[in-house]
């Protein structure tokens, strides 16, 4: 089983950059699609980015495309999630979360198996 703990949030400026970044327990780390999903206060939790089993497929939410990358390294059982150009819209916890689905097929909470605590990102105006 794997588990999942994020790190790298925090406060920054409006215009900053924060990379976030997910460390998984566990062996199967490479057969699942990894993803990040976020929820700010008064509101339902939403998609951020998926990547698939071999990073060769990425996908992200229209409000941060061009803006976030998602990454990951199988070897050090790792997804990241760099942010530039942040705005006070982006402040939400954030969320890693691991699926058993193909990337194109997980964007919904629905998707996910498993998931991380969460991790605060606040952006300032």
């Known amino acids: 089983q794997v588990q999942l703990v994020e790190s790298g949030g925090g406060l920054v400026q409006a215009g900053g950059s924060l990379r976030l970044s997910c460390a998984a327990s566990?062996?199967?780390?490479?057969?699942?699609?990894m993803g990040w999903f976020r929820q700010a206060p008064g509101k339902e939790r939403e998609f951020v980015s998926a990547?698939?089993?071999?990073?060769?497929?990425?996908f992200y939410a229209d409000s941060v495309k061009g803006r976030f990358t998602i990454s990951r390294d199988d070897a050090q059982n790792t997804v990241s999630l760099q942010m530039n150009s942040l705005q006070p819209e982006d402040t939400a916890i954030y969320y890693c979360?691991?699926?058993?689905?193909?990337?194109?097929?997980?964007?919904?909470?629905?998707?996910?198996?498993?998931w991380g605590p969460g991790t605060q990102v606040t952006v300032s105006s």
């Open positions: 566990g062996r199967t780390f490479s057969r699942y699609t």
């Open positions: 990547i698939g089993y071999s990073a060769d497929s990425t």
């Open positions: 979360a691991a699926s058993a689905l193909w990337a194109r097929n997980a964007r919904f909470d629905k998707d996910y198996v498993l």
